[in-house]
């Protein structure tokens, strides 16, 4: 099975930027979606972006701040964060799709792989 393993999470002002990372163990084909996703405390885990192909898919709350990108030859997968807001806070993992399923259309159930998560604070 495939490791993903998180990182670039932390605390920042709000207006800042930050860039996840998501390096993943073994090799992805570019047509694994991959996805970001977002749980803050007492909400359930949300879509925030994924990736498959030449197809990304965005969250309406991240749109034009958020934008999700990949290099297949270092198998890793970011996420830049632009104009964060304190209600982007949370904890976000990223998670792999070894089904050939489109990035628009991935459910969460259908990720197999997931990463163990970055702390995102934004907070003056």
């Known amino acids: 099975q495939v490791q993903l393993v998180e990182s670039g999470g932390g605390l920042v002002q709000p207006g800042g930027s930050l860039r996840l990372s998501c390096a993943a163990s073994?090799?992805?084909?570019?047509?694994?979606?991959m996805g970001w996703y977002r749980q803050a405390p007492g909400k359930q885990r949300e879509l925030v972006a994924s990736?498959?192909?030449?197809?990304?898919n965005y969250a309406d709350s991240v749109k034009g701040r958020f934008t999700i990108s990949r290099d297949n030859a270092k198998n890793t997968v970011y996420l830049q964060m632009d104009s964060l807001k304190p209600e982007d806070t949370a904890v976000y993992y990223c998670?792999?799709?070894?089904?050939?399923?489109?990035?628009?259309?991935?459910?969460?159930?259908?990720?197999?792989?997931w990463g163990q998560g970055t702390q995102v604070t934004v907070s003056s």
């Open positions: 990736i498959s192909g030449g197809s990304t």
């Open positions: 073994g090799s992805m084909l570019s047509i694994n979606a």
């Open positions: 998670a792999l799709s070894l089904r050939g399923i489109s990035s628009l259309t991935v459910s969460e159930n259908q990720y197999d792989s």
